[in-house]
């Protein structure tokens, strides 16, 4: 699961446009980083909307290409440079992905947590999701069981 506190680009536009688009995500904990380095070409992942009144899954994204220093770093013109950053330890870096489709339905957080909360006192598949277990980080890894169930939710009312 990917998080970012901004819109998906063209989530205003018409959705279905086929693009690339380079998202930088900010990784301030090794954790997250090495989620991210660890994600494959052709593998897909839900957008987490993190920055609405109702965060929640939006969308769902491809990686188009894995894990790859973020050049900005070293450019001292760009918002994202960084001074302590180095091109033999570099501290940034990006995936690019794809828009495959919005989901059926919008997936508010606060029905993760009530699932979440459920399975974990009752065993299910959402149980140890890494949404709750390891809040604080952008980027969270998903097993099978948890993105099939997630899938199964977008086809029930809220």
Not at 13 to 29: H, Q
Not at 69 to 98: A, G, R
Not at 104 to 113: A, D, G, N, T
Request: charged content about 25%.
């Amino acid at each position: 699961m990917l998080g970012w506190s901004q819109k998906l680009p063209g989530m205003g536009m018409n959705p279905w446009t086929p693009a690339v688009w380079r998202i930088k995500i900010v990784l301030r904990f090794n954790q997250a980083r090495n989620f991210m380095m660890s994600m494959k070409k052709n593998q897909q992942a839900f957008f987490y909307h993190s920055n609405t009144k109702q965060p929640g899954i939006a969308g769902i994204i491809q990686i188009e290409k894995e894990c790859y220093i973020d050049d900005t770093q070293f450019d001292k013109k760009d918002p994202h440079y960084d001074s302590k950053s180095s091109h033999d330890k570099p501290k940034w870096f990006m995936v690019d992905v794809k828009f495959v489709r919005m989901m059926k339905r919008y997936i508010p957080l606060s029905e993760l947590k009530a699932l979440h909360l459920e399975h974990k006192t009752n065993g299910g598949p959402l149980q140890n999701l890494a949404l709750f277990t390891r809040a604080r980080l952008s980027v969270q890894p998903l097993t099978e069981g948890e993105w099939n169930y997630i899938i199964e939710l977008e086809k029930k009312s809220a």
